[in-house]
């Protein structure tokens, strides 16, 4: 049984430039979250997909925008990349907004 | 919001020796968890423990709702221990898991 898988590991960006991110959830999650983690921070919250739909969204920009698929995998894009956007993108699901999340092994993004 | 505040910020101890870390809520939270985040980043679910106490091996956890913090015991610490642990919880309404900002342990043989 996998768990929650991330593509790609990492990846070097220029400013200015976009970027997809990849998430498969656990077998058995529908609910995929997307979390963003600076070097020394805790995760921080982007927003959250249920039903193909975006059902709650933290304190990020219109630039950060999100997509998720009939088979619960789901993208997170970021447009016109800033260097404060380097982090690590973490990738949680679980089967209900309610539970326990399990997360991948993340996207660690760098922006030169 | 809310402020998750985890205390102590960084620990360091001998292999063997015994810790207790400590989450603090700012407001009353659901589904509270400990991760464990690896020098790799992989974070891993360690206890969901909305209420009460649970025990994993040589780690157990316990939350007091009421009281808004929870507590994590590491007995017998290893060097595989080190790394960065989490806890996090959900506002009774609400899809977004507040996080703390870490306490760092690093376990010396």
């Known amino acids: 049984d996998a768990g929650v898988t991330q593509s790609p590991t990492h990846l070097i960006k220029t400013r200015g430039q976009q970027v997809t991110l990849r998430c498969s959830p656990k077998s058995g999650h529908d609910t995929v979250s997307w979390y963003q983690q600076a070097l020394g921070q805790g995760p921080q919250f982007i927003f959250q997909y249920y039903e193909e739909e975006e059902r709650q969204r933290g304190n990020f920009p219109d630039r950060f925008s999100g997509h998720q698929f009939p088979n619960y995998s789901s993208e997170l894009n970021v447009n016109a990349l800033l260097l404060g956007d380097s982090a690590l993108y973490l990738c949680a699901s679980s089967p209900d907004r309610a539970l326990g999340l399990h997360f991948g092994n993340g996207t660690r993004l760098t922006v030169t | 919001g809310i402020q998750v505040e985890q205390s102590p910020p960084d620990l360091i101890l001998q292999e063997g020796a015994n810790s207790t870390l400590r989450c603090n809520f700012s407001?009353?939270?659901?589904?509270l968890q400990w991760f464990h985040q690896n020098p790799w980043g992989q974070l891993i679910n360690l206890f969901y423990?909305?209420?009460g106490t649970k025990q994993n091996g040589r780690l157990s956890a316990t939350t007091v709702a009421t009281e808004r913090y929870s507590l994590l015991y590491i007995s017998s610490s290893q060097t595989t221990d080190s790394g960065v642990y989490f806890c996090?919880?959900?506002?009774?309404?609400?899809?977004?898991?507040?996080f703390g900002t870490g306490t760092s342990l690093t376990v010396i043989p």
């Open positions: 407001d009353s939270v659901n589904n």
């Open positions: 996090a919880g959900l506002l009774n309404t609400g899809n977004q898991f507040y």
């Open positions: 423990i909305p209420s």
